[in-house]
Structure formats: structure tokens, C-alpha cells
């Protein structure tokens, strides 16, 4: 069983790699007889890509710093003080990921835009000033929501390691005479170094990796990175160049797979800086005293801008004529008239059809395989197997744009080339570690003898999976099927590269209704997507609540 399952993930993660360099080294797509500098040398010389690196830098790590800032001032109040309501920082590390990054960039630029966006009229009509007091589609505005976007991720990163924290360090400081200032900084931050760099790095990636933001925010502002520079070559002008995205799609992924080597690097790292060692451990609680309840409404509000903020704004859009502020003559011209247009378009309702079954019938596929490979990963424990966990976590690094690019290369030459299957394997080869890693911790709290009891009293391999193991996993399995459905469902920057007319998806028309200004109609489908990505969690939910039930 191992040898196939490398041959397939092996297929899947270093495929695209091995195209994406054959492609950069190719005159035309589908091309491979004469192989050419000339895409190398026609992209890095490009006197516009010196100022697209500049800005894809800055981009990274202002994102990245937005990120990180936040999640540790939320990780140090969650696990450290008293601050009220401590339910919320469990919804802002996991609810946001659940809303389309398309969606919440555009919610911005429906507040933000300089021409109509509802701060600026509503700015123009109360104060009379004349020029747009903002504008989101700056450099700055680009940093700022994807930094909101990615905070889940460094929180994610960085509140473990906070509570794992022996606050006898803290402590000792305080009896010395530090301040909670002083100590916070010549003590906690030093200790949690390898947490806070790793979770900076890990942005890092996936703000190389985004497109959703510098799409809707950075196109229409002329400020363009890598992701962008690739997607304009192959889909605005004239004549795409795969060969050309390809050539700097290398840059891209070179940068990704570094930051991730970085990444493991330092994870690896914060075990050197593990200060909890006895069972009598508990964390000490700083005494907010006045600031409690102020610090509580910064954590309400930076929950309110991530998770209902966009939801409102989309839904307010969807139901006005045009983008206009909140008044009694918008709500009396409310109507479902975008809805109705989106519901009888049939572009709009094949992409809907086609993202429901990548969501359902792909994640289902993509938790089977992952099934398989963490099984081999974790009870069969050979150099073989290990092999395969470094090769099914190998995709984690590429940014979703390049692999489109590789992929593009080789679906080309087979029949795949401009149908569903082929965003089918793309998006299972992008998003196979989300259902390996739920599935692997799921595994790792089977105890072997557990296996071993069913097979003295009689029970074959198969008996045993069916009536021991899976049973046991049906957390991990649910988990893993959400994770790789909402994704899916989501998914924008492979589909960009891999779409074609007939296998429209959900985000890639949404980005088609955000390059024509049909906001209302964009609204209306955004909301759809929402509506699907929840009640596909919710539904897999009481599933898995069921079969939990039905075999304890």
C-alpha cells in the first residue's frame, strides 16, 4: 500500500513542481521541444518587476506584522488576565476562517472605496467634505485587511505556546522589582521568540500565496505582487504566457518552500524554550482592574470586523440598488432584485453547481486518501512512510497560483485540460495536509493494543478497521471533511489558472462580478457561499455527532 500512495501523492504535490520548471523553460504551453533562458530573461528584466518585488515584500511583512501584533496582544489577554468573555477569542481563532477571503476584501471595499464606498459617502453627506477622507486601495489597505485575514493563523501559533508559559519566570521578575511592562518584555517575549517568529513566518507564506486581496484591493489601485503579476500575464491582454508565469512563478515558490523550511526550523526551535515541566503547573492571572472591561470592547470590535461585519455589508448590498450608506430611502428601495438576477443567470448557477460538488464530492475523495496516508504515517512506521508525510505536507508551501501553473502545463496534454476533474486533483494536491493533519492526531490517540485485541480474538484487518478504528476517528474524519469542503468551496487562486468556461466556480465568479463593479450581484452570490459553507459544517456536524452516537 505505501509504494501507491507515494506513486498518487507523489503525483500530486511534486507534479506541478516538476511542470512549473519544464514550463519556465518552454517557448509556448504545452511546448517541451525546444527548451529557452528566453522567459527568464524576458520576466526578471521587465523594468516594472524590480517595483513588484518591492511591493510584494512590503505586503508580506506588514501583513505578517498586523498579524502577528494582534494575535499576541489577543493571546497574552486571553491566557494571562482577567478580561471578560473569554468565549470570543475561541470564535475569533476559528470562525473567520470559515468567510471567503474574496468576500471579506470586497466587504472593505464596499466601506472604502474612494468613489462610493459607504464611509466616504457617508463622510461627504454628514461633514460635506469633498475628496474621499480614505481609500483602501493603497498599499496600506492591502496590509491591513490581509493581516485581519491571516491573525486566525498567528493566534493559532502563538496562544499555545502563551499557555504553556511557567509563569514562575514572570514571577521571579515581579519580586525583583519589574514592572508588568518590564517583565513582559525582558521575559515573556524573549521566552516566546520561536513562537512569535514562526507564526510571522507562516503569514509570510500565506500572504505570498494570497490572491483574493491583491485582486480585489491591489488591481484596481495599480499596485501589483507576485500573485497579481502572474495572474496578469496569463489572463489580461492579448496573448497569455504560461511560459513567462511560469518563469516567475519560480520566484514565487523558491521564497515559499525557504519560508516554510524556516517555519519547521523554528517550531523545531521552541522545544530548546519549553518552560513547563511539572504537573503542578498553573498559569498566573494579571488583574486587569479598570482596563478589563475597555480592553473587552477592543477584543468585541476586532471580533465584530472579522466575522460580522463583512456578513452585514454583504447582505446590506445584496438588497440596495446600488452601493449607497444606510438611510430611510435605502431601505425603502430595498429589494431582491440581485438575488433574482443571480439565481437566473446560468454562469452564476453552474458555478454553483460545480462548487458543490468539488466541495462535497472532492473533500470526500480528498478524506479517503488522507485517511489511507496517515494511517501508513502513523502505525507504519518505516523510512518509506516517512517519506511520505515530508512528501504529503509539500504542497502547504506552494501558493496556490503556482500550482495552477503547473498543473496547466501538464492538463494540457491530457484529455483533464479544461474540465472539472482537473480542479478536482488541483484542489485535493493544494489542500491534502488540512485533512492529514485532524487525521494524524486522530491516529497517534489509537493505542495499538487496540488493533491487536481484535485480531487475537479473530478479527480480520478489515473487521478491525470497520468496528475499532473507525469508530475512533469519526472526529478526526468530520474535522478533516470540513476543513477540506469549506475550502474548496472557497478556493480562488488555483481556479483562477485552472477554470474554464464551463467549470466556473463560486469565487471565480465572484471575482468576474468584482472586475464589472456588480457589487450587487456579487453580494447575493457571496452570501450564497456563505450560506453553503455553514450548512455544509453544520451538516457534517450532526453526522458525525450520529455516528459518534451509534457506535460509542
Given at each position: 500500500m505505501?509504494?501507491?500512495l507515494?506513486?498518487?501523492?507523489?503525483?500530486?504535490?511534486?507534479?506541478?513542481?516538476?511542470m512549473?520548471?519544464?514550463?519556465?523553460f518552454?517557448?509556448?504551453?504545452?511546448?517541451?521541444g525546444?527548451f529557452t533562458l528566453?522567459k527568464?530573461?524576458?520576466a526578471?528584466?521587465?523594468?516594472?518587476?524590480?517595483e513588484?518585488?518591492?511591493?510584494?515584500v512590503?505586503?508580506?511583512?506588514?501583513?505578517?506584522?498586523?498579524?502577528t501584533?494582534l494575535?499576541?496582544?489577543?493571546?497574552?489577554?486571553?491566557?494571562?488576565?482577567?478580561?471578560?468573555g473569554?468565549?470570543?477569542?475561541g470564535?475569533i481563532?476559528?470562525?473567520?476562517?470559515?468567510?471567503?477571503h474574496?468576500l471579506?476584501a470586497?466587504s472593505?471595499v464596499l466601506?472604502l472605496?474612494?468613489?462610493?464606498?459607504?464611509?466616504n459617502?457617508?463622510l461627504r453627506?454628514?461633514?460635506g467634505?469633498?475628496?474621499a477622507?480614505?481609500?483602501?486601495?493603497?498599499?496600506?489597505?492591502m496590509?491591513?485587511?490581509?493581516?485581519?485575514?491571516?491573525?486566525?493563523i498567528a493566534?493559532l501559533?502563538?496562544?499555545?505556546?502563551?499557555?504553556a508559559f511557567?509563569v514562575s519566570?514572570?514571577?521571579?521578575?515581579?519580586?525583583s522589582?519589574a514592572?508588568?511592562?518590564?517583565t513582559?518584555?525582558?521575559?515573556?517575549?524573549?521566552?516566546l521568540?520561536?513562537?512569535?517568529?514562526?507564526?510571522?513566518?507562516?503569514?509570510?507564506?500565506?500572504s505570498?500565496?494570497?490572491?483574493?486581496v491583491?485582486?480585489?484591493i491591489?488591481?484596481?489601485?495599480?499596485i501589483y505582487v507576485?500573485?497579481?503579476h502572474?495572474?496578469?500575464?496569463?489572463a489580461t491582454?492579448?496573448?497569455?504566457d504560461y511560459?513567462m508565469?511560469?518563469?516567475?512563478?519560480?520566484?514565487a515558490l523558491?521564497a515559499?518552500i525557504t519560508l516554510i523550511?524556516?517555519y519547521?526550523?523554528?517550531?523545531r526551535e521552541?522545544e530548546k524554550?519549553v518552560?513547563v515541566?511539572?504537573?503542578g503547573y498553573?498559569?498566573?492571572?494579571?488583574?486587569?482592574k479598570?482596563?478589563?472591561?475597555?480592553?473587552f470592547g477592543?477584543?468585541a470590535?476586532?471580533?465584530f470586523?472579522?466575522?460580522?461585519?463583512?456578513?452585514?455589508v454583504l447582505?446590506?448590498t445584496?438588497?440596495v440598488?446600488?452601493?449607497m450608506?444606510?438611510?430611510?430611502?435605502?431601505?425603502a428601495?430595498?429589494?431582491?432584485?440581485?438575488?433574482?438576477?443571480?439565481?437566473?443567470?446560468?454562469?452564476?448557477?453552474?458555478a454553483l453547481?460545480?462548487?458543490?460538488?468539488?466541495?462535497?464530492?472532492?473533500?470526500t475523495?480528498?478524506?479517503?486518501?488522507s485517511?489511507f496516508v496517515?494511517?501508513?504515517?502513523?502505525k507504519?512506521?518505516t523510512?518509506?512512510?516517512?517519506?511520505?508525510?515530508?512528501?504529503s505536507f509539500?504542497?502547504?508551501?506552494f501558493?496556490?497560483i503556482?500550482?495552477?501553473?503547473?498543473?496547466m502545463?501538464?492538463?494540457?496534454?491530457t484529455p483533464?485540460?479544461?474540465?472539472?476533474?482537473?480542479?478536482?486533483?488541483?484542489?485535493?494536491?493544494t489542500?491534502?495536509?488540512?485533512?492529514?493533519?485532524?487525521?494524524?492526531?486522530?491516529?497517534?490517540q489509537?493505542h495499538g493494543n487496540?488493533?491487536e485485541?481484535?485480531r487475537?480474538?479473530?478479527?480480520?484487518?478489515?473487521?478491525?478497521?470497520?468496528?475499532?478504528v473507525?469508530p475512533?476517528?469519526v472526529?478526526?474524519?468530520?474535522?478533516?471533511?470540513?476543513?477540506?469542503?469549506?475550502?474548496?468551496?472557497r478556493?480562488l487562486?488555483l481556479s483562477?489558472?485552472?477554470?474554464?468556461?464551463g467549470t466556473e466556480?463560486?469565487?471565480v465568479?465572484?471575482?468576474r462580478?468584482?472586475?464589472d463593479g456588480l457589487?450587487g450581484?456579487?453580494?447575493?452570490?457571496g452570501i450564497l457561499m456563505?450560506?453553503i459553507?455553514?450548512?455544509l459544517?453544520?451538516?457534517?456536524s450532526l453526522?458525525?455527532?450520529?455516528l459518534?452516537?451509534?457506535?460509542?
Amino acid at each position: 500500500m505505501t509504494p501507491g500512495l507515494i506513486a498518487i501523492v507523489g503525483f500530486l504535490t511534486v507534479c506541478p513542481v516538476v511542470m512549473l520548471i519544464l514550463g519556465s523553460f518552454s517557448g509556448e504551453l504545452g511546448a517541451f521541444g525546444t527548451f529557452t533562458l528566453d522567459k527568464y530573461v524576458q520576466a526578471y528584466t521587465d523594468p516594472a518587476f524590480a517595483e513588484i518585488l518591492v511591493s510584494t515584500v512590503i505586503f508580506t511583512l506588514g501583513s505578517a506584522l498586523v498579524a502577528t501584533g494582534l494575535a499576541l496582544f489577543l493571546a497574552y489577554l486571553n491566557t494571562r488576565t482577567n478580561i471578560p468573555g473569554k468565549f470570543m477569542f475561541g470564535i475569533i481563532s476559528l470562525i473567520p476562517m470559515m468567510v471567503p477571503h474574496i468576500l471579506f476584501a470586497v466587504s472593505w471595499v464596499l466601506l472604502l472605496n474612494p468613489s462610493n464606498g459607504m464611509i466616504n459617502l457617508f463622510l461627504r453627506q454628514v461633514l460635506g467634505w469633498e475628496e474621499a477622507a480614505l481609500n483602501i486601495y493603497t498599499l496600506k489597505g492591502m496590509i491591513l485587511v490581509e493581516g485581519l485575514l491571516d491573525l486566525p493563523i498567528a493566534y493559532l501559533v502563538i496562544a499555545p505556546a502563551m499557555a504553556a508559559f511557567d509563569v514562575s519566570l514572570e514571577e521571579s521578575s515581579r519580586v525583583s522589582g519589574a514592572s508588568n511592562w518590564r517583565t513582559l518584555y525582558r521575559v515573556t517575549l524573549p521566552v516566546l521568540r520561536p513562537a512569535i517568529l514562526a507564526a510571522m513566518t507562516l503569514v509570510i507564506v500565506r500572504s505570498l500565496a494570497s490572491f483574493a486581496v491583491p485582486s480585489v484591493i491591489g488591481m484596481p489601485g495599480q499596485i501589483y505582487v507576485l500573485a497579481t503579476h502572474i495572474y496578469r500575464i496569463i489572463a489580461t491582454g492579448y496573448a497569455t504566457d504560461y511560459g513567462m508565469a511560469a518563469a516567475v512563478g519560480m520566484s514565487a515558490l523558491a521564497a515559499s518552500i525557504t519560508l516554510i523550511v524556516l517555519y519547521r526550523r523554528l517550531t523545531r526551535e521552541g522545544e530548546k524554550y519549553v518552560t513547563v515541566s511539572s504537573r503542578g503547573y498553573r498559569p498566573s492571572v494579571i488583574d486587569l482592574k479598570g482596563a478589563r472591561y475597555p480592553l473587552f470592547g477592543i477584543v468585541a470590535l476586532i471580533s465584530f470586523v472579522l466575522i460580522v461585519l463583512p456578513v452585514i455589508v454583504l447582505f446590506y448590498t445584496s438588497l440596495v440598488p446600488y452601493v449607497m450608506t444606510p438611510s430611510a430611502k435605502a431601505f425603502a428601495m430595498m429589494s431582491w432584485r440581485h438575488w433574482l438576477a443571480v439565481l437566473k443567470d446560468p454562469v452564476s448557477l453552474l458555478a454553483l453547481k460545480n462548487s458543490l460538488y468539488l466541495g462535497i464530492g472532492g473533500a470526500t475523495l480528498g478524506i479517503i486518501l488522507s485517511f489511507f496516508v496517515a494511517y501508513v504515517i502513523v502505525k507504519v512506521r518505516t523510512k518509506a512512510s516517512g517519506f511520505l508525510e515530508s512528501l504529503s505536507f509539500l504542497s502547504f508551501s506552494f501558493p496556490g497560483i503556482v500550482v495552477g501553473i503547473g498543473f496547466m502545463w501538464f492538463f494540457v496534454q491530457t484529455p483533464l485540460y479544461s474540465t472539472i476533474w482537473a480542479l478536482l486533483i488541483g484542489y485535493i494536491a493544494t489542500y491534502l495536509p488540512y485533512g492529514l493533519r485532524p487525521l494524524t492526531s486522530a491516529f497517534v490517540q489509537i493505542h495499538g493494543n487496540l488493533e491487536e485485541s481484535s485480531r487475537v480474538c479473530g478479527g480480520g484487518p478489515l473487521y478491525t478497521m470497520r468496528r475499532i478504528v473507525l469508530p475512533l476517528l469519526v472526529p478526526g474524519i468530520v474535522s478533516g471533511w470540513i476543513l477540506m469542503a469549506t475550502m474548496f468551496v472557497r478556493e480562488l487562486s488555483l481556479s483562477v489558472v485552472l477554470s474554464r468556461p464551463g467549470t466556473e466556480v463560486l469565487a471565480v465568479q465572484i471575482l468576474r462580478f468584482a472586475e464589472d463593479g456588480l457589487w450587487g450581484r456579487l453580494s447575493a452570490l457571496g452570501i450564497l457561499m456563505i450560506f453553503i459553507s455553514t450548512a455544509l459544517v453544520v451538516i457534517a456536524s450532526l453526522v458525525g455527532k450520529k455516528l459518534t452516537k451509534t457506535n460509542p
